[in-house]
């Protein structure tokens, strides 16, 4: 890796958003030109691919047609977790390669993975919390406890709301 490459790379990861991260990153290597905008349109068409078996998934192969709202959702989620496991990569070479060469798929399956685990320990967690709950009379703690976790828990989807 060159050095003008390598003070990019820094430059990126800095500017780089939690929540949105691999739009930023999309963004930043287009715009440094460390990625040709052919690998942009590549990339968008196998997101729209993804985004077009998650609303069937979500229509249950009844529609291709969903709520504006829920196609943004669901894009959202797609975008956020393959943030998630492209975080993990710790290089933007690394991070190159992997959008180019293993593809959407193959980051966003990693993602999931990494967001379901994530659940998982929070459910343990929560479960723990429950456990050892402070006997108290203050009804928000017990409301948290008691039903509002795990109403989370009990409605989240990560296809529709990562």
Do not use: P
Not at 15 to 30: A, G, P, Q, T
Not at 31 to 54: A, M, P, R, S
Not at 67 to 78: G, L
Not at 126 to 151: C, K, P, V
Request: hydrophobic share 35%; with cysteine; charged share 25%.
């Amino acid at each position: 890796m060159n050095k003008d490459v390598m003070k990019i790379s820094d430059m990126i990861t800095i500017r780089l958003s939690e929540e949105h991260y691999f739009k930023d990153i999309l963004i930043m290597l287009n715009k440094n030109n460390l990625i040709h905008e052919y690998d942009i349109e590549n990339i968008q068409l196998q997101i729209l691919e993804v985004l077009t078996e998650k609303i069937q998934y979500h229509t249950k192969g009844e529609s291709t047609s969903v709520k504006i709202e829920v196609a943004e959702n669901i894009m959202e989620s797609i975008y956020y977790t393959i943030g998630v496991f492209l975080k993990t990569q710790g290089s933007i070479n690394k991070i190159i390669d992997l959008i180019k060469n293993k593809g959407i798929r193959f980051c966003l399956a990693k993602g999931e993975k990494l967001v379901n685990d994530k659940i998982e320990e929070a459910k343990a967690l929560f479960n723990l919390a429950t456990q050892s709950r402070l006997s108290t009379e203050n009804y928000g703690y017990n409301d948290t406890i008691d039903y509002g976790i795990s109403l989370f828990f009990k409605e989240y989807d990560s296809d529709f709301g990562s």
